[in-house]
């Protein structure tokens, strides 16, 4: 099984965007928050290849308009997926991986095991 | 933790209606078929409380008229959540156990612990 990376919080973090609290994640707001291939794949790779503590939406390489990158960043934050914070004129993401094992346990674990349709 | 409840297969069943395949079931479209409140609570409702091996859309005794819920059994089936079998006149489901424990473990667990918001 893919071995999921929790990079260490570094200090003097801008604070988060608005986002919902643990206790009120819903499990069919971050089901459908992750039903689309686009979404699957940012977390991912947040999961299994962050090189930082989170990544601006240039980092993952994606060939979409910038705004629909942010339109599905936004997404996964309102889900409660992902935790943004703004950093001067750029915004990074990363997974939150304790809320979301403390929640909904083993979820990531399928995301993380995830392959991208071929066809 | 919910039990999930899976009852025996009779025999001489009618065969299922189409559906995928279950090496051809997708995250992404397993997860769109859950993210909606109504079609969790058919799928818990099926796992924790059937009382035979699979349930007209009578038996769950939802509120709504008759053409939104042949949408939305159609749409589990689709997705390959529940597999659907035609009784003459009328379609009974049961959810695929053992097909989404293989390619998604933990996701029905999720499911059967799931709560409706009370907001």
Chains 1, 2 share one sequence.
Not at 14 to 30: H, I, K, Q, S, Y
Not at 62 to 72: G, I, N, V
């Amino acid at each position: 099984m893919p071995v999921i990376k929790v990079l260490p919080e570094p200090v003097d973090l801008p604070g988060p965007l608005p986002e919902p609290a643990v206790d009120d994640l819903r499990l069919e707001t971050v089901l459908g928050a992750l039903s689309d291939p686009l979404r699957l794949r940012i977390v991912r790779k947040l999961l299994l290849e962050s090189e930082h503590f989170d990544h601006t939406c240039g980092w993952f390489g994606l060939d979409r308009p910038k705004s629909s990158l942010t339109h599905h960043f936004k997404a996964l934050r309102e889900a409660g997926v992902t935790r943004q914070r703004q950093y001067g004129l750029e915004r990074r993401s990363h997974v939150r991986v304790e809320d979301l094992n403390a929640r909904f346990p083993g979820l990531l674990d399928l995301v993380a095991a995830w392959e991208p349709d071929e066809g």
